[in-house]
């Protein structure tokens, strides 16, 4: 950890561009260490994917709606904010897979979608019995390591087939990343399969992990949502006497002859905001138009980073007209030609909704793959009356809601594709030479909320550590 700055010299000044939950967590870190800290952000409101809402007066989350809790930097944070005694476990974690016309469950014990034995494929039935034979040839295949980088698909259709990909490892990939096993990074995405290729049979390899049963929860939440958590940020950061801005669209960051300048507002009549230190927490696309005329290189593989865009379609119901399958949801294989790619029972999943809101159920719809853009156009009341079309063909959901929401998450989940860990290398290496510059966010750190307060914290920390204080002459810049 970076030690506080020395006060005995003129309180060092931070910019942290971007107000989603690296940016505040990296707006924290600073302030924690003395600094004077600006957070501009371009949109009305601080948190990021990290958003609730209230529909049919019900709150829940709008957004990321579950914290992983196998790593530990969120609830760390949590404690630092001393909220985490209210942190709460999913009443159920069971999901399965809508396919070949019905609801399944995952292979027990599966990795990624992908199963430890053909056993446990077989009696998931998710893939054909021509499926299960076709991925018998894992057994029996030599060794197919990744020595390079490889997409998923062509990673695993030699070994398992065409099926097993299709209908149980993307439509995880999907659920994270909302990205295509053709084109995500196999390295990049899931390193245990990697790892795993190496050994010759995948599922062989496997069975040595061990299994998820008796190291806690996977995943933990908040009554209300997790977004409780960026709210109890802000609370925090206002405290502490950090300049909060919204509507601040930063469109340059420059070096200056004492640290480092951004231009914000319009174009034509730009307000100026210096620093000594800037840290950039916002999605590739918009790092790169921000330094495009200082850092071209940078900016150039920043802007090579792929976006997906997503829908989340919120459904509250009257729980006597409702009777929900059991499990935390479901996911739908691309080849299922569905609207919907996954769905969550939050009423199932999330204990705290039967206390703040008896009587009713909410169930989420995931919409959006990468490169799906036709069903995104859709205006809002027609995204939501197909996604309630499909939950009645799904699942049998035929009861008229209560309250429907649609929130829109344009550029949300950066694509992992082959070659990301690469250019990421090279983001960070050309970020290293601007001294008192940093980067970090979904597209470096992983999507994450755990992966995002670690890459803020690492590159606070990276900043501090090489930051080297400029002497101010009086009435100087």
């Not at 600094?35 to 609730?52: D, H, I, N, Q």
């Not at 994270?176 to 196999?186: E, P």
């Not at 990421?424 to 001294?435: C, D, F, K, Q």
């Amino acid at each position: 950890m970076s030690e506080p700055v020395d006060v005995s010299r003129p309180r060092p000044t931070a910019l942290v561009i971007g107000g989603g939950i690296s940016g505040l967590t990296a707006a924290f870190e600073l302030s924690c260490r003395g600094l004077s800290v600006t957070v501009l952000e371009a949109s009305k409101r601080l948190g990021g994917k990290l958003r609730a809402g209230e529909v049919a007066g019900v709150s829940t989350d709008l957004g990321a709606e579950a914290i992983l809790a196998r790593r530990p930097e969120a609830l760390a944070l949590a404690a630092a904010l001393g909220i985490d005694g209210e942190l709460v476990e999913p009443a159920t974690t069971t999901a399965g897979v809508w396919s070949r016309g019905r609801l399944r469950p995952f292979p027990q014990g599966h990795v990624m979608g992908v199963p430890r034995s053909l056993r446990s494929l077989r009696a998931s039935g998710v893939v054909s019995p021509a499926g299960v034979a076709r991925a018998t040839l894992d057994l029996v295949l030599p060794p197919t390591g990744t020595a390079d980088d490889v997409s998923v698909a062509a990673a695993l259709r030699p070994r398992l087939g065409r099926e097993v990909v299709a209908r149980l490892v993307e439509p995880l990939l999907g659920g994270v990343y909302a990205g295509r096993a053709d084109r995500l990074s196999l390295p990049a995405t899931a390193p245990q399969l990697a790892a795993a290729l190496e050994h010759g049979s995948v599922m062989r390899s496997l069975r040595r992990l061990p299994t998820a049963s008796g190291q806690g929860p996977v995943f933990v939440g908040f009554p209300g949502g997790v977004a409780r958590l960026a709210d109890a940020l802000v609370r925090r950061l206002s405290a502490d006497g950090v300049r909060l801005r919204t509507s601040a669209t930063v469109r340059a960051v420059r070096r200056a002859a004492q640290g480092w300048r951004c231009e914000v507002g319009p174009a034509s009549a730009p307000e100026i905001v210096d620093g000594d230190l800037v840290v950039v927490a916002v999605p590739a696309p918009a790092a790169a138009r921000m330094l495009d005329r200082e850092f071209p290189r940078l900016a150039a593989d920043l802007s090579r980073i792929e976006y997906a865009s997503v829908a989340v379609v919120t459904a509250v119901f009257d729980a006597e007209a409702v009777n929900l399958p059991s499990g935390s949801g479901f996911l739908v294989p691309a080849v299922e030609k569905r609207l919907i790619k996954a769905v969550t029972f939050s009423s199932n999943k999330w204990p705290w909704y039967a206390e703040r809101a008896p009587g009713r159920v909410v169930v989420r719809a995931s919409i959006g793959r990468f490169g799906d853009t036709a069903d995104l156009q859709r205006d809002d009341d027609e995204l939501a009356d197909r996604a309630l079309a499909e939950l009645a063909a799904l699942v049998g959901i035929r009861a008229h809601p209560l309250g429907v929401d649609v929130t829109r998450w344009g550029g949300a989940l950066p694509q992992y594709d082959v070659g990301h860990l690469a250019r990421v290398a090279r983001i960070r290496s050309e970020t290293a030479r601007a001294r008192g510059m940093a980067l970090c966010g979904a597209a470096l750190d992983g999507v994450g909320i755990p992966a995002c307060i670690a890459g803020a914290r690492a590159a606070v920390a990276g900043l501090l550590d090489t930051y080297e204080p400029v002497s101010r002459a009086p009435g100087g810049e």
